[in-house]
């Protein structure tokens, strides 16, 4: 069966400093990717999605950038955080015409 | 590109009541409309989905109905209990390879005893 995994879980940075999230899915090959933030209390706003290894798709232009280095890796990174970038980050994944599923996300709070 | 609305934003019921929540969907192309429950803290879970081939779909106590020509699709769920309180969410895709959901805004639904 598949899993998807996210680290870290929680994670409070202050402003200005870089960000790495990372996200791996096992038991499936070449899955489409997404990563996902949710505010507080908000929807789920679309950020990049990736349907192989170095193709990514930004949904939202802003200080944020995704990597996918490796078929069932992808990685959110930023190299200066704003109070603004808090907030729910969800990975999910999903077999090109079926179903999405999201991984148990990083809480990110921006001090 | 794709706009999903959702309503309500917030729905209160009483336990056994039944609970509608309706999106409507803007791009005709559309044919993937799966509805996600989202518990305080947790990741969204798939409750159901259903496909511009059907009309309805059904699972226990929760259905979706899709009217394509209208472009609207809800979730019926009928003697709701209080565990059935969370946030769902309704999205749509085109479902082809390289095409993301796309969500509406949520709907809190708070089921009392």
């Known amino acids: 069966s598949q899993t998807i995994h996210q680290w870290p879980a929680t994670l409070v940075q202050p402003v200005g400093s870089p960000l790495s999230l990372e996200c791996t899915v096992e038991g499936t090959s070449n899955p489409n990717l997404y990563w996902y933030r949710q505010a507080a209390g908000r929807g789920l706003q679309l950020l990049f999605y990736s349907v192989g290894i170095g193709q990514i798709s930004s949904e939202v232009p802003q200080n944020l950038s995704a990597s996918r280095p490796q078929d069932r890796q992808f990685i959110l990174s930023s190299k200066k955080l704003l109070l603004s970038d808090s907030g729910f980050y969800l990975c999910?994944?999903?077999?090109?015409?079926?179903?999405?599923?999201f991984g148990p996300g990083t809480r990110l709070t921006v001090t | 590109g794709e706009n999903v609305e959702q309503h309500p934003s917030t729905l209160s019921v009483q336990e056994g009541d039944s609970a509608v929540i309706k999106c409507t969907y803007s791009d005709s192309a559309s044919n993937y409309f799966p509805w996600y429950k989202q518990e305080l803290g947790k990741r969204p879970q798939l409750i159901i989905d259903i496909r511009s081939n059907v009309g309805e779909k059904k699972d226990q106590r929760i259905a979706v109905t899709l009217n394509k020509t209208a472009k609207h699709f809800s979730l019926h769920i009928t003697e709701t209990q209080p565990e059935d309180s969370a946030v769902y969410f309704c999205a749509a895709s085109g479902h082809q390879a390289g095409t993301a959901l796309i969500f509406g805004k949520g709907t809190t639904l708070s089921v009392s005893s």
């Open positions: 999910a994944w999903s077999r090109p015409g079926y179903e999405q599923y």
